[in-house]
Protein backbone atom coordinates (compact mmCIF):
# COMPACT_ATOMS: atom_id res chain seq x y z
CA UNK A 1 0.00 0.00 0.00
CA UNK A 2 1.13 3.17 -1.12
CA UNK A 3 1.39 6.15 1.38
CA UNK A 4 2.55 10.36 0.72
CA UNK A 5 2.13 12.79 3.11
CA UNK A 6 2.52 16.15 2.43
CA UNK A 7 4.00 18.89 4.55
CA UNK A 8 5.62 22.23 4.97
CA UNK A 9 2.94 24.58 3.41
CA UNK A 10 1.71 27.82 4.89
CA UNK A 11 1.36 31.44 4.42
CA UNK A 12 4.29 33.45 3.57
CA UNK A 13 5.10 37.05 1.53
CA UNK A 14 5.66 37.54 -1.70
CA UNK A 15 9.64 36.91 -2.97
CA UNK A 16 9.50 34.25 0.31
CA UNK A 17 10.70 30.62 0.24
CA UNK A 18 8.94 27.24 1.72
CA UNK A 19 10.33 23.74 1.49
CA UNK A 20 7.28 21.24 0.82
CA UNK A 21 8.03 17.48 2.20
CA UNK A 22 6.37 14.58 0.84
CA UNK A 23 7.18 11.32 2.77
CA UNK A 24 6.46 8.37 0.78
CA UNK A 25 5.72 4.81 2.15
CA UNK A 26 4.80 1.18 0.45
CA UNK A 27 5.56 -0.65 -2.84
CA UNK A 28 7.21 2.63 -4.58
CA UNK A 29 10.16 1.41 -6.45
CA UNK A 30 12.14 5.13 -7.39
CA UNK A 31 11.44 8.19 -6.07
CA UNK A 32 11.74 9.97 -9.48
CA UNK A 33 7.99 8.45 -9.99
CA UNK A 34 7.17 11.10 -7.54
CA UNK A 35 6.29 14.71 -9.07
CA UNK A 36 4.34 17.92 -7.45
CA UNK A 37 1.12 19.14 -8.57
CA UNK A 38 -1.03 22.45 -6.98
CA UNK A 39 -4.58 23.26 -7.60
CA UNK A 40 -5.41 26.89 -7.33
CA UNK A 41 -8.66 27.87 -5.81
CA UNK A 42 -11.13 27.38 -8.87
CA UNK A 43 -8.92 25.80 -10.79
CA UNK A 44 -8.15 22.62 -12.05
CA UNK A 45 -5.36 20.51 -10.41
CA UNK A 46 -2.02 21.26 -12.68
CA UNK A 47 1.45 19.57 -13.07
CA UNK A 48 4.73 21.88 -11.39
CA UNK A 49 7.20 19.56 -11.79
CA UNK A 50 7.66 15.33 -12.77
CA UNK A 51 11.07 13.72 -13.69
CA UNK A 52 12.80 17.12 -13.12
CA UNK A 53 9.99 18.53 -15.88
CA UNK A 54 8.84 21.88 -14.68
CA UNK A 55 5.87 23.90 -15.67
CA UNK A 56 7.40 27.49 -17.18
CA UNK A 57 5.60 29.34 -14.44
CA UNK A 58 7.85 27.85 -11.74
CA UNK A 59 11.05 27.05 -13.82
CA UNK A 60 13.72 28.33 -12.03
CA UNK A 61 12.55 29.21 -8.79
CA UNK A 62 11.63 26.07 -7.67
CA UNK A 63 13.40 22.72 -7.58
CA UNK A 64 12.81 18.78 -6.56
CA UNK A 65 15.09 17.10 -4.71
CA UNK A 66 15.12 13.15 -3.21
CA UNK A 67 16.31 11.80 -0.11
CA UNK A 68 16.57 7.90 -0.42
CA UNK A 69 17.67 7.40 2.86
CA UNK A 70 14.77 8.91 3.95
CA UNK A 71 12.13 8.21 1.02
CA UNK A 72 11.11 11.58 0.95
CA UNK A 73 10.72 14.30 -1.74
CA UNK A 74 10.87 17.74 -1.35
CA UNK A 75 10.28 20.82 -3.45
CA UNK A 76 11.77 24.04 -2.82
CA UNK A 77 10.42 27.21 -3.45
CA UNK A 78 11.78 30.85 -4.02
CA UNK A 79 10.91 34.00 -5.01
CA UNK A 80 7.05 32.87 -4.30
CA UNK A 81 4.29 34.70 -5.84
CA UNK A 82 0.71 35.19 -5.00
CA UNK A 83 -0.17 32.91 -8.11
CA UNK A 84 1.47 30.05 -6.57
CA UNK A 85 -1.14 30.00 -4.16
CA UNK A 86 -2.68 26.26 -3.93
CA UNK A 87 -2.71 23.18 -2.31
CA UNK A 88 -0.05 21.12 -3.30
CA UNK A 89 0.23 17.53 -3.73
CA UNK A 90 3.04 14.58 -3.84
CA UNK A 91 1.56 11.91 -6.74
CA UNK A 92 3.05 8.57 -7.78
CA UNK A 93 2.82 9.51 -11.41
CA UNK A 94 0.60 6.76 -13.45
CA UNK A 95 -0.91 5.52 -10.13
CA UNK A 96 -3.82 6.74 -8.40
CA UNK A 97 -2.14 7.69 -5.39
CA UNK A 98 -2.03 11.10 -4.03
CA UNK A 99 -1.05 12.72 -0.88
CA UNK A 100 -3.87 14.72 1.11
CA UNK A 101 -2.07 18.26 -0.11
CA UNK A 102 -0.29 21.18 2.06
CA UNK A 103 -2.18 24.38 1.92
CA UNK A 104 0.66 27.02 0.53
CA UNK A 105 -1.01 31.05 0.38
CA UNK A 106 1.28 33.90 -0.97
CA UNK A 107 0.03 37.00 0.19
CA UNK A 108 1.11 40.38 1.60
Known amino acids: QVRLVESGGGLVQPGGSLRLSCAAS????????LGWYRQAPGKQRELVVVFENYTPSVKGRFTISRDNSKNMVYLQMNNLKPEDTGVYYCHLVNTVHWGQGTQVTVSS
Open 26 to 33: GSISDLYD
